[in-house]
């Protein structure tokens, strides 16, 4: 599958949802679903073709060994990213991490299976859907949260906690000791310096494991694409990048 291919798949899917949250949902969340008020109104515009980060992971995706990854997506916000990798993976085990109840403007084409305080479980297609409600500085919920994960995961997205605090913890709590040797591990809006420096210690400490971790900041738009700046991001993975994207100023 070529990077094109996979673009017009995250686009497809994209364009069959004409709203991700309404506004009366998007008011009683006390953080607003991490939907800053300045860009609530650019979340449903229609995106082009440049390359977003749902792009590159998914194009990543498939240079894993794991033909059926299991993924988790730590801070969902209107599960945006979360519907756009529900779409494109098959037969594959979903969990998202978030603050908030799961958004019912998406869900709601998710099948409910299982409803709880803090736990709902779904199938989608041919996927298997975990939404966790949870805190990345509450190592109690991180340890739910493994016993619902149940094993090693391939691919993570961290976008929830944007401070050096925020992935510290996610790290220690959870990704550390969850993340398969076959590997995508996915960092977005690293844009302040206590963020990036903890992300170079994650890296420095996966090297350390494997000398052939490769690991890489990139700049890339995001959930609004073209509507907003493309800002920072970074890779750690398993996955040889220089032979995928030989022209990412590589830091490992």
């Known amino acids: 599958m070529t990077i094109q291919d996979v673009v017009k798949k995250n686009r497809e899917s994209l364009s069959s949802v004409d709203c991700f949250i309404t506004d009366e949902i998007y008011k009683n969340s006390p953080d607003n679903y991490g939907l800053p008020q300045h860009v609530r109104h650019l979340i449903d515009l229609p995106i082009n073709t440049e390359l977003t980060y749902v792009d590159i992971l998914m194009f990543l995706k498939n240079h894993l060994q794991t033909k059926n990854p299991k993924y988790v997506e730590i801070g969902v916000s209107v599960l945006k990213t979360f519907y756009q990798v529900a779409n494109f993976l098959q037969d594959s085990e979903l969990y998202a991490f978030d ?48 016993k619902q994960v149940d ?18 913890a996610e790290y220690d ?50 959930w609004l694409g073209q509507h907003e700046d493309s800002h920072i991001n970074g890779i750690i993975t398993s996955i040889d990048m220089r032979k995928i994207f030989p022209f990412v100023n590589y830091i490992h």
Do not use: W
């Open 99 to 146: 603050i908030n109840t799961i958004n019912p403007t998406v869900s709601q084409k998710f099948n409910l299976t299982e409803e709880g305080l803090k736990i709902n479980k779904y199938s989608y297609k041919s996927n298997k859907i975990t939404h966790f409600k949870g805190d990345v500085f509450n190592e109690k919920d991180f340890s739910l949260f493994k």
């Open 151 to 168: 094993g090693n995961v391939n691919i993570i997205f961290s976008d929830a906690h944007h401070t050096g605090e925020g992935l510290r």
């Open 173 to 222: 709590y959870f990704i550390k000791e969850g993340l398969s040797n076959d590997f995508i591990l996915y960092y977005d809006d690293l844009q302040n310096p206590p963020m990036q420096k903890v992300f170079l210690e994650i890296c420095e400490e996966h090297k350390n494991k494997n000398p052939l971790t490769t690991s890489a900041f990139f700049k890339v738009n995001g």
